[in-house]
Structure formats: structure tokens, C-alpha cells
């Protein structure tokens, strides 16, 4: 059997089957698309640390507001490629953590979206076909997950809105004509690609009122546009200071009207109003998935008293409404975080320490997707700590502890951790590349043994690792139970060669087709689990994680005589493997059944996985391999490792 891994265009899917996954959004706000200099409005460059916390929270979308024109040569219109380098590390943070992301270009001093106008339109389509033509051969192998989106808020000059007329209109048009045509001709996974156009101004009762379905770009491809707009009802959500015609309104929705502070009580933007909105919205551009790019309040925290409780509450229920409105409506709602704490922010989550600042916000927009609402004052804090140390390629295991469990009822498991130790000893103490793999393991029907790989391990950092569940014949990358209905085994192992450190769990949930997630292990009291040949279980503060070394005084360093490259004591007499010209020749002795084969590479990366049948008694395979280098190979029936052996493969 040859395998081989190579990149090839796919067809994307459509942007409705895109959209249809989303649960809620968050914005990167004040940082990417700062002008010159990220930082300078007083955000740090984000981590993923950031973006982890920005998932556990419940998000699956992150919008990434960017600027190109302040990076770009404006002779040559070349962006720098170091910040495209930047967003690229950026872009990743979320795509490895399975989110998914809109990257657009922002106001960026306002090139494009401050120049609707006759006299700078040939100028401002240089730019856009130059810069997207930049962008997406950049990122034209990334999958679907990633979206561009052509502009911001595109004719904010242009404020009244009798001023935004059709011929400011066919000016925008031929703005997006060129981003699609663009991003288009650069091929690859660009040519099926979901992209986002913006309403006039992302006013949502403008874009309604002057823009149809047929004033969007004619593309090559159909169902690949989605349509955005922004949603900030203004007295309520951004006012400051009271003006001549009107007050900010401090309190917002149903039974959330004040009877002491009547001046600032809202006399529009209410329930009824995002209804109204929404619905002409869904019903002009049925059929098209749209976002809401940008919805926010800001938090009044000058207010003081039952003003300010009142104001919180009303801020949570406005949240709360828009989301649950526009799912309603065909429309994703994606928050505006400023990164800022003081008065009037937008901000939820820390930007520095990663940690939610806003919970009734946060719970607010859980609520309205049926999601499990968190308690702050309950919020896991805790970790558990597993000390663990590889003696040869050995394994270590945490069990899981269930009894019948039904896992038929969910899509994926999601565990966070964190990994931290070294990984260049083998088992005679002499210095060699090392690797740690983890893996969820189920037992079920007459304890039939199946395992699913967590991927590519991070270190230092935290990191929410999934696998897919899935039911029927065992699938590569996936977990897939023998039996899902009731799993009586449960467990997650290490497999590693010469790996010595410390593996923390914050949480092990289960995650359902609609979002939903049922926690099985958040270690937030000091019990926890059973563990299977590691050194020590504890639990303790997530905080103490980082600076945490115990593993380095607990753990050996030099771990016995032999080496597993030299040796393999795993392989028993009867069993061995041998390579020539590339393929892997296999002799082994077991009983009748299926065994597993697994190759990795000595970093841990699966290259292949298949079953093969086994008669009782001696038994050959052969495998043809299209790699070079050392690998591990390991045989398993049911629970039963039959074999495990490090080899050179040279073609």
C-alpha cells in the first residue's frame, strides 16, 4: 500500500453550509488594523493564549480588522512581508483551534472607504486589485475556514443618507468587483473561497433601503458571498455626551427602564426596532448568510449605584437580543472588543492575561444559543497535573473513569492543556530528538480498543486540542467508539521516547452538533482521575501553571541502559519488522482478529494508519513507504501492543 500527503485545490463549500456552523463572534478590535503600528492604540500583539481563551468562551468566529495600506510601498503598492508574516501568525493562533476567521482591510486612514467619489476611483481600484491580489496568493492554500472580506464600513463621508445615491453606489460596486475578480484569479482554494461584502456604511436600514441582491459583484462560482453589516443603535451603544437634539440612553429592553434616571431611558433601538431591522434584512437578501461585522455597547462604568447595576443588565439583555435576533435572521453577530477597561469600553476579554472580564456578557450571548451559561464565581480555576516521564518509547495514561457512557450524542471532544518538559533524552541518557503524542482511547463491545490523535502538541502554552467523533469503521484522525452508545472505557494517553515534563488538563468537555457542551472533567475540586504508569496526578491553580517546574526535580533525566535505538525490548521474539527499498516488511505472531498499525515520525506526527486482519499464528505485510527518516511502528490488537519498534526507513 503506497500513501502519500500532497496539497491540491479543493473545491470550498458553499457560504450558507459555512455560515450555518458559526455560533458567535469576536472582533480583534484596535489592533491589526491600527495604521503603521499595532500597538499604538494600546493593544498588544495577540497570543494564543488570547485566541484559546477567545474559543473556551464559546466563540467560533474571529473577525480580524487589518490595515495594508500603511504597510505598503506607495510606489509599488508592495505590502511589507513582514506584516503579512503578522497576520499570518495571527490568522493561525485561530485556525489551529478551529475557528473560524474573516480577514478584511479596514479603515486604515480611509483609502478606500472615505473615497466613494469619481476622482479617486481609479486610484483607489489600483490599490484594492494590488493588495488583494497580494493577500490572497498569500493565503490561497488556507481551507474554508478563512474568509476574506473586501472592505469596513465603506462611505462613512457620506453620512446623510440621501447622499449615498446610486451613482456612490456603482462606485462601491466596482470596488467589490474588483476584490472578487482578484482574489478569484489567484486559483487554488481562492477560486471557491467565501468572501464578504459590505452594505453602504454596513448601515443595515441603508444597505435595505438602496442595495439588492442584484447590485452584488458577478462572480465565477455560485453561493460563495456572504453580506455584512455593522449594528450600533447609537444613543444607547456609543453616545458619551448629551447633544441638542437628544441623550444617551443608559438602559435598554423590557422591564429594564428606569424609574429614578427617566432622561436617559431609550424611546427607540429596542426589541422591537432589531426586529424590525432584522427581518427586512433576511427578507431583501433571503437566501444570503450575513454578519453582523460589528455589534457592541459601551459600558458606562462612571455610572454608579442601581444606575450602573441597571445599565450592566441592560447592556447583557441588548447582547443577548441581537444574537438571538439574528440567528433568527440568517445574520452571525460578532462583537467589538476595544481591548480597553476603562469608561466606556467594549472590552470582554483581557487582552494581556486572556482572562474574560465580562461575564454577564459573555453568558448573555451563551444564553441566547442554549449554551451552558457560566458561572464567574464558579469558573474553572483549577488544573490537573500530570507528572510524566518516558523510559524508552513508553506510555502513560489517565483514566477517564466512565461506565456506559453514550458518546453517540456528540460531534467531538475537547480537551485544553498544557505541555511543558523536554524531549531530547532516550533511554541511555544520550541526547536525541524525542516526542510526546496524545491520544483519547475508548473500550466498548467486549472492549474493542479505539483511538483518537489530538494532533500536533504545543509547548509552553495552552492550547484546545479536538477530535472528531465519529460511529461505524475505525477512521483515520478520527475517534470513533466501537460501540457509541455505551463506552465503558475511557482515557487519555501519552505515548512519547525520551519526553520528561508535565502535562496540565484545564478541561475535558464533550461538544454536541449544535454547540452545546457537556463537561466531563473541569478539575475544579481535588479530585480527579486515575493515572497509569505516570509519577504523580495533583491538582492545582491554572494560574501556577507557567511558572510551574516540579517536573524537573521529580522526573529522571537519565532514564536506564538501553536504548531504544539500539534495542527494542517492546518486540517480542517471535515479532519483528525490517525495511527494504522503502517498504516495511512485517512478521508477527497474534491471535485471529484486526490490529492496528500506526507509523509516526519521531516528532509524533501520524504518516499512516491502517487495520489489517490477523490469522492466529505467524502473519507478513507489507507496507511501501514514501518517506525517509526514522519512524516509530507500532502494532496494536484490541488493548494489546504487539509490537513497537523505532526503524530507518531509505528508499
Known sequence: MFFSVAYSQNVLPPAQQIADKFTMGWNIGNTMEVPGDLTLWGNPMPTQRLIDSVKAAGFNLIRIPAAWDSYADQNTLKIRQGWLDTIKIVVDYCINNDMYVVLNSHWDGGWLEENLLPESQETVLRKQKVYWGQIAEFFKDYDEKLMFAGANEPGMQNFDENSFDSGVLEILKSYYQVFVDTVRATGGNNASRTLIIQGPRTDPELTTNIMSKSDFPTDIIADRLMLEVHFYPYQFTLMEEAASWGKPHYYWGEGNHS??????????????????????????????????????????INLTGKDLELHLKSRAAFYKYVVKAGKQNNLTAVIWD????????????????????????????????????????????????????????????????????????????????????????????????????????????NWTWREGNLGEVAFDQWKNYTVELAEGEDQDGKLVPADAKNVDFFALQMYSHGFRGTIYLDYICFVKSDGTRDTLYDFSSASYPNGGNVE????????????????????????????????????????????????????????????????????????????????????????????????????????????????????
Do not use: C
Request: proline share 2%.
Open 338 to 445: 476595544t481591548g480597553y477597561l476603562g469608561n466606556h469600553n467594549m472590552t470582554v476579554i483581557d487582552r494581556n492575561s486572556g482572562e474574560i472580564v465580562d461575564w454577564q456578557v459573555v453568558n448573555a450571548m451563551r444564553e441566547a444559543l442554549d449554551f451552558t451559561v457560566v458561572d464567574p464565581g464558579e469558573k474553572n480555576s483549577r488544573a490537573l497535573k500530570v507528572l510524566y516521564s518516558a523510559k524508552d518509547s513508553s506510555f502513560g495514561q489517565v483514566d477517564l473513569g466512565v461506565i456506559n457512557k453514550d458518546f453517540s450524542q456528540y460531534k467531538s471532544i475537547e480537551v485544553r492543556a498544557y505541555v511543558n518538559g523536554e524531549r531530547n533524552y532516550d533511554s541511555a541518557g544520550v541526547e536525541q530528538y524525542g516526542f510526546i503524542d496524545m491520544n483519547l482511547v475508548t473500550m466498548s463491545d
Open 536 to 651: 504523580k496526578l495533583k491538582v492545582i491553580d491554572v494560574v501556577d501553571v507557567p511558572s510551574d517546574k516540579e517536573w524537573q526535580s521529580t522526573t529522571h533525566k537519565l532514564f536506564g541502559e538501553n536504548s531504544v535505538f539500539t534495542k527494542s525490548e517492546n518486540l517480542k521474539k517471535s515479532s519483528k519488522i525490517s525495511v527494504q527499498a522503502g517498504v516495511l516488511h512485517g512478521q508477527i505472531m497474534a491471535e485471529a482478529g484486526v490490529a492496528h498499525i500506526t507509523v509516526r515520525n519521531l516528532s509524533g506526527k501520524v504518516l499512516h494508519q491502517q487495520n489489517i486482519s490477523l490469522n492466529s499464528g505467524a502473519n507478513e505485510f507489507n507496507i511501501a513507504m514514501q518517506t525517509q527518516g526514522a519512524v516509530i511502528v507500532q502494532i496494536q490488537q484490541n488493548s494489546k501492543v504487539l509490537l513497537r519498534q523505532v526503524i530507518s526507513i531509505f528508499n
Open 259 to 300: 424609574t429614578t434616571d427617566k432622561d436617559h431611558n431609550p424611546n427607540w433601538g429596542e426589541e422591537a426596532f432589531v426586529d424590525q431591522v432584522f427581518s427586512n434584512l433576511n427578507n431583501k437578501f433571503s437566501g444570503v448568510p450575513m454578519i453582523i461585522g460589528e455589534i457592541g455597547a459601551i459600558k458606562r
